[in-house]
């Protein structure tokens, strides 16, 4: 099984930014799908952002939609997530996963391979 590796997450100040990186231990994940999804202390995980394989097409949860955005590298073999004007209320460790072929959507269900996280602390 693939394994994905976050870097970049860090403390930062309310209406701050940070750059999210992904990237495989191994072996490329440039045909298929990626997301990102958080988790924040005693809640559930939940879907961040997702882009399809080409790179042409995102979805994003409305809690992040105009701040976050989600790109692929020139090799489609690392995934980003340019996070903008951060609130407290982001505060969660950051799961990137692989999507199962083209999925890109907010199920968690639809994919296949996940990171360990990287946690990002937004004070107020």
């Known amino acids: 099984q693939v394994q994905l590796v976050e870097s970049g997450g860090e403390l930062v100040q309310a209406g701050g930014s940070l750059r999210l990186s992904c990237a495989p231990s191994?072996?490329?994940?440039?045909?298929?799908?990626m997301g990102w999804f958080r988790q924040a202390p005693g809640k559930e995980r939940e879907f961040v952002a997702a882009?399809?394989?080409?790179?042409?097409?995102?979805s994003y949860a409305d809690s992040v939609k105009g701040r976050f955005t989600i790109s692929r590298g020139n090799a489609k073999n690392t995934v980003y997530l340019q996070m903008n004007s951060l609130k407290p209320e982001d505060t969660a460790v950051y799961y990137c996963a692989r999507g199962s072929g083209d999925y890109a959507g907010p199920n968690s269900s639809g994919y296949d391979s996940w990171g360990r996280g990287t946690q990002v602390t937004v004070s107020s």
């Open positions: 882009i399809n394989r080409a790179g042409g097409s995102t």
């Open positions: 191994e072996r490329t994940f440039s045909n298929y799908a």
